[in-house]
Nanobody
Framework: QVQLVESGGGLVQAGGSLRLSCVASGRTFGLYDMGWFRQAPGKEREFVAAISRSAENTYYSDSVKGRFTISRDATKNSVHLQMNSLNPEDTAVYYC?????????????????WGQGTQVTVSS
């Protein structure tokens, strides 16, 4: 069992930055691919970014590529999402996810564990 706790959400003006963090419980953090999804009001859950268990490979949705950076720290069982050049379309609840995958995936069904989510609001 893995528990994920997100932090770092908040209100920011367009063009600003936020850094989301997710701490995972348990001693098997290194076995899991990690990622972030988001869900805006009235919209389906959307893939944002993923990072392989070794941290060698990262993946991004086209909507955030070049603006967001995902990273992980094995010593702290944590994964981070640095979000720059935020715009109002980035407003959503952001979820940290963990999955036992052969390779990172944008498919939410392949992730076994989800955090409670953290709200990100970008004002224009």
């Amino acid at each position: 069992q893995v528990q994920l706790v997100e932090s770092g959400g908040g209100l920011v003006q367009a063009g600003g930055s936020l850094r989301l963090s997710c701490v995972a419980s348990g001693r098997t953090f290194g076995l899991y691919d990690m990622g972030w999804f988001r869900q805006a009001p009235g919209k389906e859950r959307e893939f944002v970014a993923a990072i392989s268990r070794s941290a060698e490979n990262t993946y991004y949705s086209d909507s955030v590529k070049g603006r967001f950076t995902i990273s992980r720290d094995a010593t702290k069982n944590s994964v981070h999402l640095q979000m720059n050049s935020l715009n109002p379309e980035d407003t959503a609840v952001y979820y940290c996810v963990a999955g036992l995958l052969s390779r990172s995936s944008p498919n939410p069904a392949q992730y076994n564990y989800w955090g409670q989510g953290t709200q990100v609001t970008v004002s224009s």
